[in-house]
């Protein structure tokens, strides 16, 4: 911004035939520099009109119907009945439970599984990095609900997965924990994590990689330099300048999954249902708008409260 | 510090090649404890390769490496009790000044740190800076900050990596005469990396120059500057003439030679070239230690001083002193500094002169070289 309003030319300049804009100015420059410092908003202009077309108005219209009351054949009418969070609280706090569950699970699993390897991408791949790095995105190329619909296969009862689970005693630790149940997979709570990590690693180790290649190998050298053994290295300086890069990988997992439902519909049953799923029922087969409403803006503001208290706690405000 | 020499790095032929390329070739070097100890060459000399693996960032293709009597080669840096100094100073950009300085005590397990930390920062004059993170201080004061940071380890041996190289010229003179009283007050072994040879010289007490992977010349910044031994110092260090010569005759111990028509001796002990009679030699003189006389006054010269004639081609007054350059018969481009005590008005571009000079500031060098080695180092640094 600053160097679009230093492009005005200062009022003493004697006008010179090198440059078109100083050419103007012996008239007093009244009209000119105001242009100039506008254009800063007419850029801004398109991103606004959408934010407000698409964004803002939207949400007044949602928190409207959120308090409406009536039936789908008399029309619905705003009459502030708030009543309307609490029942849906009420009713549907397991679901609630569950997204953060299976979404907080899923989001441990990624950061797990994707901070190995964005750590491989970043400090040890070499002339492999990029193509490891396409392999990251290579997913995208497909339909996110083809690729969910692909874990049905790969978690088929007595397919090879689950059969290889169940002769490493896999599954009896899975059904102590009450995520499997006898030798399913398929349709239990592990699977929807199993989707959900699957979809979301990419969010997880594309941050992760973006912090962790930017740390100074040098700092790793001085670590070394000052008794620091590997680990200690990692877990005293390598880490703790990654944070950046895991608090934005959790947040871009945590966020999405908890309100996904094509994960819990395509992989799950009837007792794995996520808010998401409920949300979806709500607008688009009992059509009870004003519930739906609702329950889409208790899970934005309970994702609100929990990631502002997460980045409040990891202390990365000016890191993010 | 102990007396067991247990502060002598001793290099024994040691090299590093990658590849086809070798960095650094077979070298040997002994650096006694509580010694100031400069490594000096252009960039891609091998210096700080050599460095690296005295720290243990870079292992060595062969040879070894000796802190006192322990044979350090196969530890990683980590176990090594040398801390380094690097060129961009690597400071923890997440933790503040004292856990920057605290860090290599916390990692040998030391809890109580405080008041060692403090004592550090107050040598290196930060104790106001202690609760700041890196990015809030100035480049000088970082600097600082990186080597009270490996300061307060109490290495045996603390490597230096162009710790100046980042800060601008005022601040750089502070900071070598710093590190200088640091070093006088600590009395631990220094080795220091620079490119530049006045930095060397200012704070060193032992010099090695380097040039493509092995070590030039090694000795005191005056050794050096008075009597080079090899082309690459007379013209890395200082400015030097360097006029083609022959040898004439041996008289007692000083050697007489022919250059253009005239005649010049200089002492055998300063000559690195053999000395046989019809030999070439490169005879060289510091620029300082010339006398000009106007050609006019040319009987006023004392008997036995080596003199050249020739006529001024430039001058420039430079306030302590005047610098010319003299088209001489034997050299085209001869420089002269001359102190502003009694300024000549006749010399002045064009005029003809005699140069003059005590045999005792002569030295012989082996012809056989490039007579511009070390001069091209320095202007492509300059373009790059």
């Given at each position: 911004m600053?160097?679009?309003?230093?492009?005005?030319?200062?009022?003493?300049l004697p006008p010179s035939p090198l440059s078109p804009t100083a050419a103007t100015s012996p008239t007093p420059p009244t009209k000119k520099p105001r242009r100039g410092r506008l254009v800063p908003y007419w850029l801004l202009l398109p991103g606004i009109l959408w934010l407000i077309v698409f964004f803002a108005l939207p949400m007044i219209y949602q928190a409207s119907t959120s308090v409406q009351t009536g039936s789908l054949e008399e029309g619905y009418k705003v009459t502030w009945h708030f009543a309307t969070y609490w029942d849906a609280l009420s009713e549907y706090w397991p679901q609630f439970l569950r997204s953060v569950l299976y979404a907080g699970s899923a989001t441990i699993l990624c950061l797990l599984l994707g901070y190995p390897l964005a750590y491989l991408i970043a400090f040890r791949a070499g002339r492999w990095r990029n193509l490891i790095l396409i392999l990251v995105i290579a997913p995208f190329f497909t339909s996110f609900l083809i690729r969910t619909l692909a874990w049905k296969t790969i978690l088929a009862d007595g397919g090879p997965v689950v059969g290889a689970l169940d002769a490493l005693h896999v599954l009896d630790v899975t059904n102590w924990l009450g995520m499997t149940a006898g030798d399913r997979v398929l349709a239990t709570p592990l699977a929807v994590v199993c989707g959900l990590t699957y979809n979301f690693l990419p969010f997880m180790i594309l941050p992760l990689y973006t912090s962790l290649e930017r740390i100074d190998g040098r700092l790793h050298e001085a670590a070394g330099d000052l008794y620091a053994t590997p680990f200690t290295t990692f877990r005293k300086v390598t880490f703790p300048l990654s944070m950046p890069g895991v608090v934005s990988g959790t947040l871009l997992t945590f966020i999405p999954a908890s309100g996904d439902y094509v994960n819990a519909d395509l992989l799950g049953s009837t007792d794995t249902r996520m808010v998401g799923n409920v949300i979806q029922t709500q607008f688009l087969r009992i059509l009870d708008y004003p519930t739906a409403a609702a329950l889409s803006f208790i899970l934005m503001a309970a994702i609100l409260i929990m990631v502002t208290l997460y980045i409040r706690k990891s202390g990365t405000e000016d890191l993010v | 510090m102990t007396k067991d020499h247990g502060g002598d790095?001793?290099?024994?032929?040691?090299?590093?090649?990658?590849?086809?390329?070798?960095?650094?070739?077979?070298?040997?070097?002994?650096?006694?404890?509580g010694s100031f100890f400069a490594l000096l060459g252009a960039s891609g000399c091998g210096k700080t390769t050599t460095l690296r693996m005295i720290a243990g960032l870079e292992e060595p293709t062969s040879g070894t490496v000796h802190l006192g009597d322990q044979d350090v080669t196969a530890l990683p840096p980590y176990k090594?009790?040398?801390?380094?100094?690097?060129?961009?100073?690597?400071?923890?950009?997440?933790l503040d000044i004292f856990e920057n300085v605290a860090f290599g005590l916390r990692r040998r397990g030391i809890r109580s740190v405080k008041k060692q930390v403090e004592e550090m920062l107050e040598l290196v004059q930060l104790g106001e800076q202690a609760r700041k993170k890196p990015h809030q201080l100035s480049g000088g004061q970082q600097q600082r900050v990186a080597v009270a940071r490996a300061l307060i380890?109490?290495?045996?041996?603390?490597?230096?990596?162009?710790?100046?190289g980042a800060l601008d010229l005022k601040l750089r003179r502070q900071m070598q005469l710093e590190l200088k009283r640091i070093q006088t007050e600590v009395g631990i072994t220094f080795i220091h990396v620079t490119h530049d040879q006045e930095e060397a010289m200012t704070m060193a007490d032992t010099v090695a120059v380097m040039s493509a992977g092995r070590v030039e010349q090694l000795g005191s910044p005056t050794d050096l500057y008075e009597n080079p031994h090899t082309t690459f110092v007379a013209n890395f260090l200082g400015t030097s003439n360097l006029i083609e010569a022959e040898?004439?005759?041996?008289?007692?111990?000083?050697?007489?030679?022919?250059?253009?028509?005239?005649?010049?001796?200089?002492?055998?002990a300063r000559c690195s070239a053999p000395t046989a009679t019809g030999g070439r030699v490169l005879v060289g003189v510091r620029p300082e230690k010339i006398s000009l006389t106007h050609a006019d006054d040319a009987g006023d010269i004392p008997v036995g001083r080596n003199r050249i004639t020739g006529r001024i081609a430039a001058s420039s007054f430079i306030g302590v002193s005047t610098q010319y350059v003299v088209d001489a018969s034997v050299c085209p481009e001869f420089e002269v500094y001359v102190q502003n005590i009694d300024r000549d008005p006749r010399l002045v571009p064009g005029a003809e002169v005699v140069l003059h000079w005590s045999p005792a500031h002569t030295f012989g060098l082996d012809a056989a070289q490039d007579i511009d080695a070390g001069v091209e180092t320095v202007e492509e640094e300059q373009v790059a």
């Amino acid at each position: 911004m600053a160097t679009l309003t230093e492009t005005d030319p200062p009022p003493p300049l004697p006008p010179s035939p090198l440059s078109p804009t100083a050419a103007t100015s012996p008239t007093p420059p009244t009209k000119k520099p105001r242009r100039g410092r506008l254009v800063p908003y007419w850029l801004l202009l398109p991103g606004i009109l959408w934010l407000i077309v698409f964004f803002a108005l939207p949400m007044i219209y949602q928190a409207s119907t959120s308090v409406q009351t009536g039936s789908l054949e008399e029309g619905y009418k705003v009459t502030w009945h708030f009543a309307t969070y609490w029942d849906a609280l009420s009713e549907y706090w397991p679901q609630f439970l569950r997204s953060v569950l299976y979404a907080g699970s899923a989001t441990i699993l990624c950061l797990l599984l994707g901070y190995p390897l964005a750590y491989l991408i970043a400090f040890r791949a070499g002339r492999w990095r990029n193509l490891i790095l396409i392999l990251v995105i290579a997913p995208f190329f497909t339909s996110f609900l083809i690729r969910t619909l692909a874990w049905k296969t790969i978690l088929a009862d007595g397919g090879p997965v689950v059969g290889a689970l169940d002769a490493l005693h896999v599954l009896d630790v899975t059904n102590w924990l009450g995520m499997t149940a006898g030798d399913r997979v398929l349709a239990t709570p592990l699977a929807v994590v199993c989707g959900l990590t699957y979809n979301f690693l990419p969010f997880m180790i594309l941050p992760l990689y973006t912090s962790l290649e930017r740390i100074d190998g040098r700092l790793h050298e001085a670590a070394g330099d000052l008794y620091a053994t590997p680990f200690t290295t990692f877990r005293k300086v390598t880490f703790p300048l990654s944070m950046p890069g895991v608090v934005s990988g959790t947040l871009l997992t945590f966020i999405p999954a908890s309100g996904d439902y094509v994960n819990a519909d395509l992989l799950g049953s009837t007792d794995t249902r996520m808010v998401g799923n409920v949300i979806q029922t709500q607008f688009l087969r009992i059509l009870d708008y004003p519930t739906a409403a609702a329950l889409s803006f208790i899970l934005m503001a309970a994702i609100l409260i929990m990631v502002t208290l997460y980045i409040r706690k990891s202390g990365t405000e000016d890191l993010v | 510090m102990t007396k067991d020499h247990g502060g002598d790095v001793r290099l024994s032929g040691i090299s590093k090649t990658y590849g086809s390329f070798t960095a650094v070739h077979p070298l040997d070097l002994t650096v006694p404890e509580g010694s100031f100890f400069a490594l000096l060459g252009a960039s891609g000399c091998g210096k700080t390769t050599t460095l690296r693996m005295i720290a243990g960032l870079e292992e060595p293709t062969s040879g070894t490496v000796h802190l006192g009597d322990q044979d350090v080669t196969a530890l990683p840096p980590y176990k090594r009790p040398v801390n380094t100094v690097f060129q961009s100073y690597a400071l923890f950009p997440h933790l503040d000044i004292f856990e920057n300085v605290a860090f290599g005590l916390r990692r040998r397990g030391i809890r109580s740190v405080k008041k060692q930390v403090e004592e550090m920062l107050e040598l290196v004059q930060l104790g106001e800076q202690a609760r700041k993170k890196p990015h809030q201080l100035s480049g000088g004061q970082q600097q600082r900050v990186a080597v009270a940071r490996a300061l307060i380890n109490q290495p045996r041996v603390l490597l230096l990596d162009e710790p100046l190289g980042a800060l601008d010229l005022k601040l750089r003179r502070q900071m070598q005469l710093e590190l200088k009283r640091i070093q006088t007050e600590v009395g631990i072994t220094f080795i220091h990396v620079t490119h530049d040879q006045e930095e060397a010289m200012t704070m060193a007490d032992t010099v090695a120059v380097m040039s493509a992977g092995r070590v030039e010349q090694l000795g005191s910044p005056t050794d050096l500057y008075e009597n080079p031994h090899t082309t690459f110092v007379a013209n890395f260090l200082g400015t030097s003439n360097l006029i083609e010569a022959e040898v004439d005759s041996t008289s007692g111990d000083d050697i007489v030679l022919t250059a253009g028509d005239g005649k010049l001796s200089l002492p055998g002990a300063r000559c690195s070239a053999p000395t046989a009679t019809g030999g070439r030699v490169l005879v060289g003189v510091r620029p300082e230690k010339i006398s000009l006389t106007h050609a006019d006054d040319a009987g006023d010269i004392p008997v036995g001083r080596n003199r050249i004639t020739g006529r001024i081609a430039a001058s420039s007054f430079i306030g302590v002193s005047t610098q010319y350059v003299v088209d001489a018969s034997v050299c085209p481009e001869f420089e002269v500094y001359v102190q502003n005590i009694d300024r000549d008005p006749r010399l002045v571009p064009g005029a003809e002169v005699v140069l003059h000079w005590s045999p005792a500031h002569t030295f012989g060098l082996d012809a056989a070289q490039d007579i511009d080695a070390g001069v091209e180092t320095v202007e492509e640094e300059q373009v790059a």
